[in-house]
């Protein structure tokens, strides 16, 4: 049935809009994920230090809708796929398929879970995957019709893929190189052609460019000189370590279905210009992210704009049964996984515990790999998304914990970056959360390197003991206020700690 289903474009409509209808309704049951809060709170007063289209348009769509929904929270990932479709559309006329072609496209690209979740919930993900399939479309334009105004929106465009995040640059320097090899291609007047998109390219990226010469880029140099996210092994295991986080964004029936999609690209001899650039566009990344992962810094997430170009292949393909079997497969697959998205905790524990559901929930471990080392990340997917019904209930717990203890305090803080744009959201006081012991965020919301703070009296919200030890250093004096067992039959099995601080030491970040 659902193969037949393939073959009819009003189906596939359907589909389409029933996957989107499923990825709103998600905002109506489930908290935000601690990174969104974290970009929400952000993008409050937001710097292009990190994913600057993320937080403009949180910003720009929380002036208009407000945050007391998480559906306005997420509306900019929400909205992005009505955008992507609209782009799908555009690069399927430029390469002369049919709207049964584009369709297959576009239900391939929207099956892939990376695509779901960061379609769902708002990340700078998000931003990527619509600047990066916009960034296309116009190279693609540039190479068939070659005019200037294409020119200049596709280095906006790739401007804005950096904007959202630093892998962006990628694009942008293999498009460049592919220009230049191939300039042959192209009219008179390529030198000036080039030369206008990489001036609109740096002008788009000049904020960031600003912020990083003339402030301190701590987020930047985190992940560039120290062991953030490092995996310490041979040539060898990371190689099998980057082939299974990529499995783990794209489950085993997408992957194969690229893999017959590079089989077709490479049999058929006879290429347009615009195929030949979304095979460099997809090798040479491929060897870009290979060498990066050499470097031990392996998420799954960081290397899938390089599937954007073969996914837009399959418009020139010819579909085969077998095709259309792997097809419908990853469909079903991707409406469960949104099912499950939309299901109460309970229905979650049911569903999932079956092989299909251990095995989702488990390529948690390879998406991101070395990640559940820290006793306060996630484990699974499923812990993940329990968490995440639960943090409205569960912030609102501590809440009321800190209203019975009658303390006078000037400030709250918090040692865990996961936990302190959550509380800001989910108190709904409008009072700033402040982070202590992580300068990775020391010019967004870090207590160390703010001195009008010193002195004070706070509220600390902790996970366990050790945390709560780790504020000593900080305070005159660390008074244990209450510890809060959560019940774990609620599904949280983390614990919390409030406790008082007297007299707080920041840091001079000068000195730092």
Partial sequence: MIIKSLNSCSLIWLTLLFTVVLKFTISLNTGLFEDEAIYWSWSQTPDPSYSFTTLLSLKLLSSLFGNESELFVRLPALISNFVLLFFFFRIGKLLGADE???????????????????????????????????????????????????????????????????????????????????????????????????????????????????????????????????????????????????????????????????????????????????????????????????????????????YIPLLISVMVMTISKYFKILLAMSVTVNILILVILNLPVSGINSITDNFLGKYISGTFQNYWPGHTGNAHNDNSWKERLVKMKNWKNTISVISEEIGRTKAEYDFFATNDFNLVSLLEYYFHTGEKIYLLGDLRFKYINSAEPNLKLAGKNAILISYDERDFNNFESKFEKVILLKKIDRDPSKDFTKDFILSYGENFNPSDPMQK
């Fill in 100 to 306: 049964l072609k584009i369709l297959y496209t576009s239900l391939l690209f929207f099956s892939v879970p990376f695509v779901t979740i960061y379609t769902s919930f708002i990340s700078p993900d998000s931003m990527l995957l619509l600047f990066s399939v916009a960034s296309i479309y116009f190279a693609m334009k540039i190479i068939k019709l070659n005019k200037t105004a294409d020119w200049i929106l596709c280095g906006l465009s790739l401007g804005l893929m950096l904007l959202s995040k630093y892998t962006g640059i990628i694009y942008f320097l293999i498009f460049v190189f592919y220009l230049l090899i191939n300039r042959n291609i192209f009219s008179e007047g390529f030198a000036k052609k080039l030369l206008l998109l990489i001036l609109t390219y740096l002008i788009t990226v000049s904020p960031l460019l600003y912020w990083n010469l003339f402030n301190e880029p701590v987020w930047l140099n985190h992940y560039l000189f120290t062991d953030a996210d490092m995996i310490s092994s041979g040539y060898f295991d990371l190689l099998k370590v980057f082939f299974f986080s990529q499995i783990a964004i794209m489950l085993p029936f997408i992957f194969i279905l690229i893999v017959l999609i590079i089989k077709n690209i490479f049999s058929v001899k006879n290429k347009s210009g615009q195929e030949k650039f979304l095979l460099f566009l997809f090798s040479a990344m491929l060897i870009v992210f290979i060498i990066i992962a050499l470097s031990g810094k392996i998420k799954g997430n960081w290397f899938f704009i390089m």
